[in-house]
């Protein structure tokens, strides 16, 4: 049971990554420094001061810098990549009394694979407001994006199942909306 309830926190910070990547850090670090969360081996340096410091550095950053307009698509494409890196260390950090072959497939597989489809999804999202509303939206989608990591980061923590289905029906609402402003913008 550990395991699975570590590899939904590993999954659910992973696809919290797609929409900002250094949210999910900070909130594993707190968790990690307060003991409600076990770090797995190599990865206890989330959870110190230093690092707190710099995750909160860069998550105050990440999300000012979704507010500018034009310059949120630069970050979410940009981000794309980077997110699935995230993801991958971020589902690695949280596998605990595993062998590393299965601690790191899982990481790649589903850690990797969730921060990517999240990141594709609100790259879409951004690109698709810019189109329809010449980046006027854009400040709103990023506003509930960032909100909804926070909050969806904590709760992987907290409650990983609830979390993860939560996960999962955003993400097939995003999608849904996405399909249909790219439908509405091919007529």
């Known amino acids: 049971m550990d395991l699975l309830m570590n590899v939904l926190i590993g999954v659910g910070l992973a696809a919290t990554c797609g929409f900002r990547v250094?949210?999910?850090f900070l909130v594993l670090g707190i968790a990690g420094l307060g003991g409600y969360l076990e770090l797995g081996f190599g990865f206890q340096w989330i959870a110190s001061y230093p690092s707190l410091i710099v995750f909160g550095v860069a998550t105050l950053l990440e999300i000012l810098a979704y507010f500018l307009p034009w310059v949120d698509?630069?970050?979410?494409?940009?981000?794309?990549?980077?997110?699935?890196?995230?993801?991958i260390m971020l589902t690695?950090?949280?596998?605990?009394?595993?062998?590393p072959i299965l601690q790191w497939a899982l990481a790649i597989i589903a850690g990797g694979g969730a921060a990517t489809a999240t990141s594709l999804v609100s790259t879409g999202i951004h690109h698709s407001s810019t189109l329809v509303?010449?980046?006027?939206?854009n400040p709103v989608v990023s506003a509930l994006e960032s909100i909804g990591t926070v909050i969806v980061s904590i709760l992987v923590i907290a409650a990983p199942i609830l979390a993860v289905l939560i996960i999962a029906l955003t993400y097939i609402f995003m999608r849904r909306t996405f399909l249909k402003v790219k439908h509405s913008l091919n007529y």
């Not at 690695?92 to 009394?97: E, N, P, S």
């Not at 509303?133 to 939206?137: D, I, L």
Request: hydrophobic content about 60%; proline content about 6%; aromatic content about 4%.
């Open 22 to 24: 250094f949210v999910p």
């Open 73 to 87: 698509n630069l970050l979410s494409t940009a981000s794309v990549p980077i997110s699935a890196i995230a993801g």
């Open 133 to 137: 509303s010449a980046g006027a939206v």
């Open 92 to 99: 690695a950090a949280v596998m605990t009394d595993i062998s």
